[in-house]
């Protein structure tokens, strides 16, 4: 059993690495520069990106001037307020925590990447009496959705990341979003963003409030959107996932198949 387990693992993780660490990973890029093994990534409202498949047979120095490059190429774009430099921790890399600490990044939470399939989490679940899911596609629904978000992470309420959606809805390359309410009140809320090109559609920004917790609301959620992925003709599904939500993603079938940290850098 232990070596199903591990064959499986791998096999997800091999599917990861060369399905979505691509141009795939960034579908709403607005500019893309490579770097030698580095993508250095430009998204609206001045948000560096800096990812990649892989950095090679390097060591630490050149980790190091990687790290320096790659600020630096969005350093000296006034416009970019902030970069995200995206870890993950099987990849090879000796010496970059250090690095990114030496540059000016900051380690956010680690998180677990989890894969599995789709047919796995689209199940039935039983939701709350009054509570009810649905996709929201209306400007009204969007901004409301975006802000709950932002009060569940603890962000201040900005114009921003509903204009970040609802510039995505407009491209129509597939992304949905999803809410689950309760008297007129989201409780509940995260997008779909099946890859194009490849057997993977993710699962982001899954947020609860607080007194809602535990009662399979999330559960539901991510099961309508599984349920949505296959029916885009999706079989795989990921997600970077909080200790809150691992737990929910295992139960229903999903893998950690290795973590995730993000460093950020603000001007």
Known sequence: MVGDDTATRARLLAAYDEQLRTDAETPSAIAVTRLGPLRLVTFRGGRGFITYRGLGDV????????????????????????????????????????ALLQNGFVPDERESIMVGEARALAVDVALPPGVRLRRVTEEHDVRAMAAMQDEVFGDPVSDAPADALLHRLSLDDGMQLWIAEANGEIVTAGRLEPVANTDFAGIWGGATRSEWRGRGIYRALTAARARAAIALGKTLIHSDSTEYSRPILEQAGLIAVSSTTPYLWKR
């Open 59 to 98: 060591d630490a120095g050149d980790v190091a001037r990687l790290v320096r490059d790659g600020l630096a190429h969005f350093a000296t774009d006034t416009a970019i307020t902030r970069v995200e430099w995206k870890t993950r921790g099987h990849d090879h890399a000796p010496g970059l925590h250090e």
